[in-house]
């Protein structure tokens, strides 16, 4: 099994900065993709942004050029930093990794328990 662990989510004003991170561990034999969603009360979950093992990364227009996804492998770690925050940001946010276990090397697909964002304006 995979487990991942999320940090750093809170409270900020418009304009301000949060930065997230993601921790993945336990049968891991390679990560092929790590991405952030979000959810938003009453709305369905969309995809924020993702990194793969490459280090390409994609972003929803909505948080071009403002958020910023970034990974280290050797702590299979991914980070978000949100910049220029809107209060249109708020959201619970979550984290998810797609690779392949090293139990008998089936794929799998992650998701951590969400952390929230309020953005206040």
Aim: hydrophobic share 35%.
């Amino acid at each position: 099994q995979v487990q991942l662990v999320e940090s750093g989510g809170g409270s900020v004003q418009a304009g301000g900065s949060l930065a997230l991170s993601c921790v993945a561990s336990g049968s891991i034999f390679r990560i092929n993709r790590m991405a952030w969603y979000r959810q938003a009360a009453g709305k369905e979950r969309e995809r924020v942004a993702y990194i793969i093992t490459d280090g390409n990364t994609d972003y929803a227009d909505s948080v071009k050029g403002r958020f910023t996804a970034s990974k280290d492998n050797a702590k299979n770690t991914t980070h978000l930093l949100m910049n220029s925050l809107k209060p249109e940001d708020t959201a619970v946010y979550f984290c998810n990794v797609l690779g392949w276990s090293t139990h008998r090397g089936t794929p799998f697909d992650a998701w951590g328990q969400g952390t929230q964002v309020t953005v206040s304006s």
